[in-house]
């Protein structure tokens, strides 16, 4: 949730409209999930949850 605050000053963020603020939540769940099932798979590994986040890109 400390990405909240960004809606109400930056550009990209405000313009969003609510389609856009949903898609945003439900990609973020997505990811959430997508690395949670990664660290249970690799039995707590942080190292492969990180190597993932660095590989993968980031908007």
């Given at each position: 949730m400390w990405r909240v605050p960004w809606f109400l000053y930056r550009p990209g963020y405000t313009n969003?409209?609510?389609a856009g603020i949903?898609?945003?939540?439900?990609?973020l769940?997505?990811?959430?999930v997508r690395l949670q099932w990664l660290f249970n798979e690799s039995r707590?590994?942080?190292?492969?949850?990180v190597l993932s986040m660095a590989v993968l890109p980031q908007r």
């Open positions: 969003l409209g609510a949903t898609a945003w939540a439900v990609r769940v997505a990811g959430a707590g590994s942080i190292l492969v949850v």
